[in-house]
């Protein structure tokens, strides 16, 4: 009979089921979802891995599934000197992490006042919120017309967001419902692509509107949702109060919310 320690239990695990590394930077997984867990297309987690000292080591994830899922999808940068994400990039199905089942979040519907057209602003893995959000039945029943904006160092970065935009219309569940409703805007700020620079410097010389072909920003018509560094979010802060729009919360809505959790 051995009598060497044993490990501390884990408390609220899930299973590792998929694991998919994009880039050298980024990776998403996929795991088990709670069987108590309610949340809202948009919202995030705590999720971890316990840490040496026997405590665990949480972080805020935004859920990239939307709300009917069977399972949680999580996209994740990779910081190779990061207290979290060093350990997490290394995952395998099978595995097990800590997830505390208390979604919360501002990027959500109801806290945006009616509108007809719905702007996702994200950077990098910001884009994972609206992963979720572009799952969400709901979104296409409230919105004539959404446009993700998503930007990126380089072309391989955009993949994840490209790859899951382009499957939509085969969705089963919203493929009829996504129709002609949902525009893809990536750009890239070092690696040469199609549109090139970052998104703040489009809205504000317009050129995001002439590519587009749509109207610039009003408050009567126009929500948007930011998921970014804090130097986005503060500059699209600004831009879109520019535009007219207003900042809204769960308790008060408005036209644009903003998220402000971040990963390592």
């Known amino acids: 009979m051995s009598d060497a320690p044993k490990k501390p239990a884990m408390p609220n695990t ?3 089921t998929e694991v998919k590394h994009w880039t050298d930077r980024l990776f998403s997984f996929r795991v088990t979802r709670p069987q108590s867990l309610r949340f809202r297309s948009g919202e995030f ?15 805020a994830y935004s859920i990239a599934s939307p709300s009917w899922d069977e399972e949680l999808e999580f996209y994740s940068i990779k910081v190779q000197d990061g207290p979290l994400t060093s350990r997490l990039q290394h995952i395998k199905v099978g595995d097990e992490i800590i997830l505390r089942p208390k979604p ?5 519907h109801d806290a945006l006042l009616p ?5 996702f602003f994200a950077t990098g893995t910001g884009i994972a919120p609206f992963a979720s959000l572009m799952r969400e039945p709901e979104t296409y029943e409230n919105y004539d017309e959404i446009i993700m904006c998503h930007t990126c160092r380089d072309v391989a970065e955009l993949e994840y ?3 899951l935009i382009e499957g ?3 969705d089963p569940l919203i493929g009829e419902m996504v129709g002609g409703k949902l525009r893809y805007y990536p750009t890239t700020t070092r690696e040469d692509s199609p549109v090139m620079g ?7 010389d317009g050129s995001l509107f002439d590519d587009l072909g749509v109207p610039p920003i009003c408050a009567g018509n126009d929500r948007a949702m930011v998921c970014g560094s804090i130097g986005l ?10 535009f007219g729009l207003n900042e809204g919360a769960n308790s008060k809505p408005a036209e644009y919310v903003v998220e402000k959790a971040f990963v390592d």
């Open 14 to 16: 899930q299973t590792i």
């Open 45 to 59: 987690v705590m999720i971890g891995l316990m840490g040496d000292n026997g405590k665990p080591l949480l972080r």
């Open 104 to 108: 919360v979040g501002t990027l959500v």
């Open 115 to 119: 509108g007809k057209r719905l702007w």
């Open 161 to 163: 967001g490209r790859l």
């Open 168 to 170: 939509l219309a085969d």
């Open 198 to 204: 970052r998104v703040t410097h489009k809205l504000e």
């Open 233 to 242: 979010n503060k500059d699209l802060k600004r831009i879109l109060e520019g």
